[in-house]
């Protein structure tokens, strides 16, 4: 390990969970998490929450749903 410290994994997590990071960044920082529980505890926080946003971003809404506020929309900007 090249002295991966909780800092240095914290400030990359980003990168890191979004496989951005070189080999050799993603190794220490990998390599720290080992050993760090408070590390893996934030990595998993940031899976679960990239997960989640995916998810989301598959969701639509119900077509009767859309059709409402479409319907709410067009009204707004008749009366403005």
Known sequence: MSGCDCSKAKAELE???HDELR????ADIRE??????????????GVVLMETVKR????T????LRS??????RVEQ???
């Open 32 to 45: 720290h998490m080992e050993t760090c529980e408070d590390c893996t505890s934030e990595h998993r926080v």
């Open 56 to 59: 989301a971003c598959r969701e």
């Open 78 to 80: 008749a009366t403005h």
């Open 23 to 26: 080999g050799a960044d993603a």
């Open 68 to 73: 409402e506020i479409l319907a709410r929309i």
């Open 15 to 17: 990168e890191f969970l």
């Open 61 to 64: 809404a119900p077509d009767q």
